[in-house]
């Protein structure tokens, strides 16, 4: 069986970092990620979907995420219940994070400023002009690509 997801969309708020009664560290977000239709004459739509991460992960997200930065997310989707105070039984849907990548920094709305991941995390600065001969380096200038080029 796999349970796996990736996703790429933009923060509709900044993540709210909290502690559980024995200190470990979880940061609740919603990420908004564009459907790949629009519907005839209307604005294309987007999913909002609740990410989740823990301990460093999440202690690294609420220290650089912010709202409208464009980030990627990859995890295992979760269902959970809970009765509410009306006795209703609630369900929630959400996206336990393993790996989140931070792909615009907080200068630029077009390049990628690192990431982080439950087994490697980074404080998310970004890279450094030491290798000059990179092809794929940013010079803060927008990429120009058409769906043509695209593998997907």
Same mark, same amino acid.
């Given at each position: 069986?796999?349970?796996?997801?990736?996703? %790429?969309?933009?923060?509709?708020?900044?993540?709210?970092?909290?502690?559980?009664?024995?200190?470990?560290?979880?940061?609740?977000?919603?990420?908004?990620?564009?459907?790949?239709?629009?519907?005839?004459?209307?604005?294309?739509?987007?999913?909002?979907?609740? %990410?989740?991460?823990?301990?460093?992960?999440?202690?690294?997200? &609420? @220290?650089?995420?912010?709202?409208?930065?464009?980030?990627?997310?990859?995890?295992?989707?979760?269902?959970?219940?809970?009765?509410?105070?009306?006795?209703?039984?609630?369900?929630?849907?959400? %996206?336990? &994070?393993?790996?989140?990548?931070?792909?615009?920094? &907080? @200068?630029?709305?077009?390049?990628?400023?690192?990431?982080?991941?439950?087994?490697?995390?980074?404080?998310?600065?970004?890279?450094?002009? &030491?290798?000059?001969?990179?092809?794929?380096?940013?010079?803060?200038?927008? %990429?120009?690509?058409?769906?043509?080029?695209?593998?997907?």
């Amino acid at each position: 069986m796999l349970n796996r997801v990736i996703l %790429i969309g933009r923060l509709t708020k900044d993540p709210e970092l909290r502690y559980t009664p024995v200190g470990v560290a979880v940061t609740q977000f919603t990420l908004a990620v564009d459907r790949n239709f629009t519907p005839q004459g209307g604005e294309r739509e987007a999913d909002f979907l609740n %990410i989740v991460t823990w301990r460093q992960l999440a202690e690294t997200c &609420a @220290n650089y995420l912010r709202k409208g930065r464009l980030t990627a997310v990859e995890g295992r989707i979760q269902v959970r219940n809970y009765e509410n105070n009306e006795g209703k039984r609630v369900y929630v849907t959400e %996206i336990i &994070a393993d790996n989140v990548r931070f792909l615009e920094s &907080a @200068n630029s709305g077009n390049r990628e400023d690192g990431g982080a991941s439950g087994n490697a995390p980074s404080a998310g600065g970004s890279r450094g002009k &030491a290798n000059n001969n990179d092809p794929f380096s940013d010079d803060g200038k927008p %990429i120009d690509i058409s769906d043509d080029d695209l593998p997907f």
